[in-house]
């Protein structure tokens, strides 16, 4: 997929326009949904920050960049998800989180075959007469990971919440369904993970040189005769792919992972197999916080998909 790449600088003329404006002024052979459309993907950025509200004005000197790809635009605009009101799990003290589906990126990426997280919730405040509010990502969640995604919306509040995430105060739990039984209810991993390798899309365990990682881990629940277990995954810190990296090292990889845990010989029936195919079963279920200064901590908890649920119901697995 081709991707076109163009760079202005806002003229003294054009200063105080609205960035939708000015695009399709400067893209004069787009229509103005498909600006827009840009905008919605991640695909501009106004002095190397991504911009995303249509209204928001450029400045004199400002330098603009966009990044699309017109077979893209069109895909993203039919694979977009909506956000119910029960998808919205907490809105309040200028903190929104969401029960984010497996298959949706929490950010926008370079391939632009697919919306994200962000532009969907933008969607939803839009039917609430909320177009303009400014949202920020808080952290992270794998694309094939479902569950409580966090986002701000004023910077101090995105500020006092990643303090949090980077001061380890806040607690997050996660539900994985893996292959391979424990010998033990309760176990850890603890090692130094590389960066993403940008060749394979892999994390690997390091010697040196790699970030520290550690994840406590319970079991749930077991189905002995399929050979599945239940795990609760409590993360101490917050890497990427830790917890699907560190299941992989203790010989209990993720059912669907596509990645991690492929030289295992643990298998499962072919229903199973066929239940985990779309998507591997790690789950964000619950994360406890406190969303401003002087506020109690609230724990948000989201359900876990179907195809999940469908699993356990499969094995009969005691939820």
Not at 45 to 52: G, I, L, S
Not at 65 to 75: A, I, Q, T
Not at 222 to 242: D, F, K, L
Not at 300 to 315: C, D, K
Request: glycine fraction near 6%; hydrophobic fraction near 35%; charge should be positive.
């Amino acid at each position: 997929m081709s991707m076109t790449r163009k760079e202005f600088v806002v003229q003294a003329s054009q200063s105080e326009m609205r960035i939708d404006l000015f695009l399709a002024a400067m893209l004069p052979d787009l229509s103005r949904r498909k600006v827009r459309q840009i905008l919605d993907v991640g695909g501009c950025y106004v002095n190397n920050k991504r911009m995303h509200i249509a209204s928001r004005k450029v400045n004199s000197g400002d330098k603009v960049r966009v990044e699309f790809s017109l077979e893209g635009l069109k895909k993203s605009r039919q694979k977009l998800f909506a956000f119910a009101d029960a998808d919205i799990l907490y809105d309040d003290h200028q903190v929104i989180a969401v029960n984010k589906p497996p298959g949706l990126p929490s950010q926008a990426t370079r391939d632009q075959d697919i919306m994200h997280a962000e532009v969907c919730l933008r969607e939803w405040l839009k039917t609430k007469n909320r177009p303009n509010e400014k949202l920020i990502l808080l952290h992270r969640l794998d694309k094939e990971t479902s569950g409580v995604l966090l986002f701000a919306t004023n910077a101090n509040t995105a500020t006092w919440i990643t303090d949090q995430f980077r001061q380890r105060t806040l607690s997050k739990t996660y539900w994985a369904l893996c292959r391979g039984i424990p010998k033990t209810s309760k176990f850890e991993q603890q090692c130094y993970l590389s960066d993403i390798d940008k060749k394979t899309g892999m994390v690997r365990p390091v010697q040196s040189g790699g970030k520290q990682s550690k994840t406590q881990f319970e079991v749930r629940n077991v189905a002995a005769e399929a050979g599945v277990s239940w795990i609760v995954c409590y993360p101490e810190t917050g890497r990427s792919h830790q917890i699907r990296v560190h299941l992989e090292m203790l010989g209990f990889p993720i059912l669907g992972d596509k990645r991690y845990g492929q030289g295992i010989r643990a298998q499962v029936s072919d229903q199973i197999s066929s239940l985990s195919a779309q998507h591997h079963m790690l789950h964000a279920r619950s994360l406890q916080f406190s969303p401003a200064p002087n506020i109690s901590d609230v724990t948000v908890q989201a359900s876990p998909p179907e195809s999940f649920a469908a699993i356990v119901e499969l094995l009969k697995i005691n939820s």
